[in-house]
C-alpha cells in the first residue's frame, strides 16, 4: 500500500466526463489499495471566464478580490470530483486548500506556501477517503484566501506529497512525459525514462513548457520525486529526482527551443562600472523578466555592446524604458529583434564531457547557421540564432547528441 | 451614522452590470456616513450551471460535496462586489459566510445557522470598509462548508442584521415590497407600507412569494424589522416588524392566491381514532408537504372523508404511497385534482372583527364561485376553489375588501 498524490490539469478536468475518467483512474488506484490524495485545477476555461467578469468591471482588479473570486474554479473540480468518486462506490472528500492545511503568504495572486499542516487530510486518509484537495489556493494565517499563480497547481501536489511524505507523487497532463525535444519538430524525438531537477528546471527556463521551474525547485528542495505523466493514457511518464551517477553517462538528455523571447542590443554603452546595474535595476523595478544577458569586453574605445533577452510580453514595458535609460546612462541606440530563437541543450553529463560546446556550434555551422548570442551554465548551453532557422537547428543538434 | 444589512439577490447581480449598479447604490449609503454590510447571491443562472455539471455525473450528488460546489457561486458574486466597489473608490472586502462567522449545524443543502460571530466583519467595518458577505453558506463547528438551502441568502442577512444589532436591514428584490394581492391580477393593487411578521409568514405561505417564510420566522424571533424593496428604484419598500396596536384598523392586509397545490380527497375513509394519524404519518415520511387539511365529521355512518392539499410537485410521491395507504387504511377510493386554487385573506385585523369569514364566502357566492375547502387561522382565511375561477376570485375579494 502506498500513499501517492496525483495532480490533474485543467485539461484533464474540463468536463463532467473528463472528470469521470479522472475519477475511474484513482477508483484504479484505490483497488489496489493504495491511498490517493488528488489535486486538481479549475476546469479549462473556467478561470478565463472568471477573469472576463472581473475586466468588464475593470482592467485592473484587486488582488485579494481575484483570489476570492478565481479560488471558487478549484473549489467547484473539487466537488465534482468527489461525486464522480462517489458514483463510482468510492469513499472521497473535498477539501479547498485552506481546509487542507496549506498555509501561504499574503502575497495575493502569487502566494508562496510557508508550511502545510494536513491534519484533516490524514484524518479523512485513514477513515478510507480519497482526500481531493484543490490546487492553486492557501489561506494566510490571518485567515484570507490566496492563490499562488503560474503553475500553482503542480506546487500544491509537490508540496502536499512532502508534507504527507507520499511514496509517489504524478503530475498528469495532456503530454505523456518528457522528451529529448518537441516531437512537432523532431518526429524521433523519444520519452526520456527520467531526468534530473536540474535538467527539468534548465529545459523549464529553455522553453520546454511542461512545468513551471517553481514547482521542480520545491520538489528538489524537499527531494520530491514526481512522474509526469498523461492523463489520456497509461503509458509510464518521466520520473523527475535527484541527479544519480548513471544520469551522467547520457550527455545531452534533451534539447529545447524558446521562440518567446526577444533581444535587445544596447549599442555603444560606456563602459564604466554600475552601467550594467542601473540598465538591469530599471527592468527590474518595471518587473521585465531578463532571461540571457552578454557582455563582451570592450577594447580600445571606452564603450562595449550590451545585450539581453526577454519575453516579448515584456517588450513593450521594456521600450518604454528604453528613451529613459538612453537619457540616464547614454548609450548610443537600442537595437531590438523579435526574430530570434533561443536554442539551448541540457544535461548533467556535460559537466564531464568536454567538446560539447565546441559540437554544437560545429554543428550548427555546418547548417550555416549564425550564432548571435551565448550563455551557458553548467549543464546547459544555449544560442540565440535567427527564428527563422530555429526548427532546423533543434533537428541538426538533435540529430548530432541524440541520434 | 447606522448601521445597514442590505441583501441583493441573483436577478440584482445576475452580470457585471448590475453588479455595478449595485456598487453604485452602496456608494451612495457610504456617502451619506453609513456603514453598509451587503449579502450577495449567487449570480442568476449560475447555481443552476453548477446543479447541471453534477447532474451530469449523477442524479444523486452527496449533499456535502453540493454545498461545497454550490457555495461557490455566492462567492464568485462578493469578489465582483468588492471589485466594483473599488472603482467607485469605496473600501471594500468580500467574506464567505464561514469567514463573516456563519456557523451552522451539518445538515448539508439545508443548514440552519446556530450561531454567529461577527469579529471580522465588525474590525473591517471599524476600519471603514463596506463587507460583502457571500449568502446562503456557512460552516460547521468542524469547518464544513454548509448551504442554508431556498430563501438562504435573505436569512443570513437577517441573521446578520441581528447578530451585529444593524438599525436597518434590506431585502433588495425584483419587486417594489409587499403589495396588498398580485398586481398582474388586480391593477389596482397597493403597496403595503408596513406588515406584521405573521402577516408576512402567512402571506408568505398563502403563495405570495416575495421571502421564505423561514426568513420571516428569524426575523421575528430576533425582532429584526426590514424593509422589502426594489434594486431598480428608489422607491421606498414595505417595512417587515412586530406587530403594532394600529395595525389592526386595517382588518385585511392582503389577498393571495397559490396555484401550485392539488387536492386530494380520501372518500369513505373508516372514521376511527389513529386513521388520519397514519395517513400523514406516512406522507410526511416520505417527505411531502401537506397544507390544508379538512376532515368533517361523520354523521350516521362510520366514514368520513379526508381532504388535504399538498404542492404540485409532490403530487407524483403523493400518488405512490396512495394504493399502500388504500390496503392499509381501508378508504375507498382517492380523488386527485389538480385544478385548483387557494385563495387567501391575511391580517392581524381581523382578529378584532367579526364577519371577516362571511363576508369573504359571500363575495364569493355572488360570483357564483363554489368552496370546495375552508381553512382558518386566527390571521388567516383560506379556501380552495376551481383554478379557472382564481383571478375572478382574487379581484372580487380585493374588491370587497381593499376597494
Known sequence: MALIVQKYGGSSVANPGRIQNVARRVAGYRAKGDQVVVVVSAMSGVTDNLIGLAKEITPLPSEREMDMLLATGEQQTIALTAI???????????????QAGIVTDGVHTKAR?????????????DAGNVVIVAGFQGETPEGHITTLGRGGSDLTAIALAAALKADLCQIYTDVD????????????????????????LELAGA????????SVEFAKKFGVVFEVRSSMNDNPGTIVKEETRSMEDVVIRGVALDKNQAK???????????????????????????????????????????????DKADLAKARRLIDTLKADVGFREALVSEQIGK???????????????????????????NIEMISTSEIKISVVIDLAR??????????AFLG
Chains 1, 2 share one sequence.
Open 84 to 98: 464522480a468518486l462517489h458514483e463510482l462506490g468510492v469513499a472521497a472528500t473535498s477539501l479547498t486548500g485552506a
Open 113 to 125: 506556501i510557508q508550511n502545510i499542516t494536513p491534519k484533516k487530510v490524514h484524518a479523512l486518509l
Open 177 to 200: 512525459g518528457v522528451y529529448t525535444t518537441d516531437p512537432r519538430i523532431v518526429p524521433g524525438a523519444r520519452k526520456l525514462s527520467e531526468v534530473s531537477y536540474d535538467e527539468m
Open 207 to 214: 522553453g520546454a513548457k511542461v512545468m513551471q521551474g517553481r
Open 264 to 310: 535587445v542590443t544596447l549599442v555603444a554603452v560606456p563602459d564604466r562600472p554600475g552601467v550594467a546595474a542601473r540598465v538591469f535595476k530599471a527592468l527590474g523595478e518595471a518587473a521585465v523578466n531578463v532571461d540571457m544577458i552578454v557582455q563582451n569586453i570592450s577594447h580600445g574605445v571606452p564603450a562595449t555592446d550590451l545585450s539581453f533577452t526577454l
Open 343 to 369: 536554442l539551448s541543450i541540457v544535461g548533467v553529463g556535460m559537466r564531464s564531457h568536454s567538446g560539447v560546446a565546441a559540437k554544437m556550434f560545429e554543428t550548427l555551422a555546418r547548417e550555416g547557421i
Open 390 to 399: 530555429g526548427e532546423a537547428a533543434v533537428q541538426a543538434v538533435h540529430r
